[in-house]
């Protein structure tokens, strides 16, 4: 048994058991990974996909039970990894981050101007998606941290941790009725074309839902994932814009004014994610202490324990 087997297990199973893109995935041919899937085959004694010729077209119930086995077995051979590159040097490596882009936008910057300041040696790399595709880096390793406000917490393979609340602020012209000093309604807002975020983003959820509880049904003509767009569109009068509050910067948005909407939906959890099983490195909890301050090395270090705990009560005997 070998790892080269284990991945090749993993992959097909990932890759919807498109032997061509496993090959292409782990850098080898297509007759290498059907080898090196059958050896472990034989050697195990059972097999673990179904087949349609050389095709392979799923998982046999065994191969299902032993997955997450295989699974196990690759997370700690990248964990005893990871412990050897901090005991040989705590300060340097590769730090990967996945986030939405109202974080990666509004949020990060801040904490990575300070994570660098304290750790010059490691090198970030920022990639952005949807929440669930943060969630789904997160699992595959493709990606240390993920951030987003939607989405983590649905995951049970992954430690998630809350970070900081928001509210949503209205975004308008400077010349828009909605700035005459009356109080801002759904009732009003109700009145005027929309643009804010898509659905599964930016808490969306939350708009849809306060509009529902008032028998209001807005008129959304336009939505997007990212705040920059919207504030675009609402400049252009296509509508009313609904971003979240930290997407609005009186010095950059001077065609625009914003109005406070905490009043009509509800405030946002903003939540920071690793895999379940990870080994982190000392500057991987450096960071998210500088991200979100009371995430401090024994709070998470208590999250990771709870997680492991919960682990081992639903795995069977």
């Given at each position: 048994m070998n790892f080269q087997q284990l991945r090749s297990v993993r992959e097909a199973a990932r890759r919807g058991y498109n032997l061509t893109e496993v090959?292409?995935?782990?850098?080898?041919?297509?007759?290498?990974?059907?080898?090196?899937?059958?050896?472990?085959?034989?050697?195990?004694?059972?097999?673990?996909?179904?087949?349609?010729?050389?095709?392979?077209?799923?998982?046999?119930?065994?191969?299902?039970?032993?997955?997450?086995?295989?699974?196990?077995?690759?997370?700690?051979?990248?964990?005893?990894?990871?412990?050897?590159?901090?005991?040989?040097?705590?300060?340097?490596?590769?730090?990967?981050?996945?986030?939405?882009?109202?974080?990666?936008?509004?949020?990060?910057?801040?904490?990575?101007?300070?994570?660098?300041?304290?750790?010059?040696?490691?090198?970030?790399?920022?990639?952005?998606?949807?929440?669930?595709?943060?969630?789904?880096?997160?699992?595959?390793?493709?990606?240390?941290?993920?951030?987003?406000?939607?989405?983590l917490d649905q995951y049970p393979q992954l430690v998630t941790l809350p970070c900081y609340t928001w509210t949503h602020s209205v975004v308008?012209?400077?010349?828009?009725?909605?700035?005459?000093?009356?109080?801002?309604?759904?009732?009003?807002?109700?009145?005027?074309?929309?643009?804010?975020?898509?659905?599964?983003?930016?808490?969306?959820?939350?708009?849809?839902?306060?509009?529902?509880?008032?028998?209001?049904?807005?008129?959304?003509?336009?939505?997007?994932?990212?705040?920059?767009?919207?504030k675009t569109y609402v400049e252009l009068g296509l509508g009313v814009g609904v971003v979240a509050s930290i997407a609005f910067d009186p010095d950059r948005d001077r065609n625009l004014r914003a109005l406070d909407a905490g009043h009509l939906f509800a405030i946002n959890m903003t939540r920071l994610a690793f895999r379940r099983g990870a080994f982190l490195r000392g500057y991987v909890y450096g960071f998210i202490e500088t991200f979100a301050a009371p995430l401090t090395r024994e709070v998470v270090a208590q999250a990771i324990s709870r997680a492991e705990s919960d682990t081992a009560r639903a795995e069977p005997a």
């Open positions: 090959a292409a995935a782990l850098h080898t041919s297509q007759p290498g990974v059907s080898r090196q899937i059958r050896e472990l085959e034989d050697e195990l004694g059972v097999e673990l996909f179904q087949r349609a010729g050389k095709r392979l077209t799923g998982m046999t119930p065994s191969g299902q039970q032993l997955l997450p086995v295989v699974e196990r077995l690759l997370r700690e051979a990248e964990n005893l990894r990871q412990a050897a590159r901090d005991c040989a040097s705590h300060d340097t490596g590769p730090l990967s981050l996945a986030a939405t882009h109202s974080q990666a936008r509004y949020a990060l910057p801040g904490a990575v101007k300070d994570f660098r300041h304290r750790f010059p040696k490691v090198t970030l790399s920022l990639h952005q998606g949807s929440p669930r595709h943060v969630a789904q880096m997160l699992i595959d390793g493709e990606a240390d941290i993920g951030i987003a406000t939607e989405a308008v012209p400077p010349d828009h009725p909605l700035l005459d000093g009356e109080p801002l309604t759904l009732a009003r807002l109700s009145k005027y074309p929309l643009i804010t975020y898509d659905g599964g983003f930016t808490g969306r959820a939350h708009i849809d839902e306060a509009f529902a509880r008032e028998g209001l049904q807005p008129s959304i003509v336009l939505s997007a994932m990212d705040a920059d767009v919207i």
